[in-house]
């Protein structure tokens, strides 16, 4: 998907914006990282749960801890590194898994209880993240009560992603190819609107969001599921690590680009000057 661009206050200059900004910008990368984070927290979360038999609340506690701490490291920045942004990001589809599976199985709301009060959740935080700012912009941030908006609504997002995958799993009886196809569609129409539409880019970005997780955990869970339920069965530990190994690949990809971005924003500014 392109990127998606937003109005910028009036009095910041466009080539300051890498310098300023704390955040990734949306673009194909930032989507594929999106993707294979997902499949990350997914297996993670359920190597957590499921294959050390720790349970979902344990898991809440190891990966809320987890997420705090790479938060408050990211809170302390002044700059985006690309890093540091992904592995908040990761921490956010690991607790994300965590509480949705929180919900339906020691809880016993059920997917769709837990889908409707986890989008209950993102709604209240996008809303008061609208009535402070009066828009929904994700690009840039650099203000810390807006980041903190930025990261509960991230973490509402991809819980939320979770229940809706397992919800077409569980409740609808959907194999894990065909709980891909429906959110891969999902996600093809939300780049046809942006492209062919003017229907608003920042709630396309947020469906986008929501939907890049059940496509990346449904992935996630073809990897690790029993071949009799229609995985691949390598495990949630082995899946855990070939995720890794992507993401690493991803992220240093993710650091070039910036790299670049910073390199020819100097560059501009010594001509303009």
Do not use: C
Request: proline share 2%.
């Amino acid at each position: 998907m392109r990127t998606i661009n937003h109005k910028m206050n009036s009095d910041l200059n466009r080539s300051d914006i890498p310098l300023i900004n704390k955040v990734a910008e949306v673009t194909f990368l930032f989507w594929l990282l999106k993707i294979v984070a997902t499949t990350l927290g997914e297996t993670l979360g359920d190597f957590i749960a499921q294959t050390l038999n720790l349970g979902y609340l344990t898991g809440i506690a190891i990966t809320g801890v987890g997420f705090l701490i790479v938060l408050a490291v990211q809170l302390r920045l002044k700059k985006f590194i690309p890093v540091v942004f992904w592995l908040v990001i990761i921490g956010t589809t690991t607790l994300g898994t965590e509480i949705s599976d929180a919900i339906d199985r020691t809880f016993h709301l059920g997917y769709t209880g837990g889908s409707l009060l986890l989008f209950s959740g993102l709604v209240a935080a996008l809303s008061f993240w609208y009535k402070k700012y009066r828009n929904l912009s994700v690009y840039p941030i650099y203000e810390l009560p807006k980041e903190l908006y930025y990261w509960i609504a991230i973490l509402f997002s991809n819980s939320l992603g979770t229940a809706f995958g397992d919800f077409l799993g569980d409740a609808l009886g959907l194999s894990y190819l065909q709980g891909s196809m429906v959110t891969g569609g999902i996600i093809a129409l939300v780049i046809l609107l942006h492209k062919f539409s003017k229907v608003n880019h920042i709630i396309l970005f947020w469906i986008a969001f929501v939907f890049t997780r059940p496509f990346g955990a449904t992935f996630g869970d073809f990897l690790t599921k029993p071949m009799a339920k229609g995985g691949l069965d390598l495990g949630t530990l082995n899946a855990s690590l070939v995720a890794i190994a992507i993401m690493a690949i991803l992220i240093v990809l993710s650091h070039i680009q910036h790299s670049r971005n910073l390199a020819q924003n100097a560059d501009f500014q010594i001509l303009k000057d």
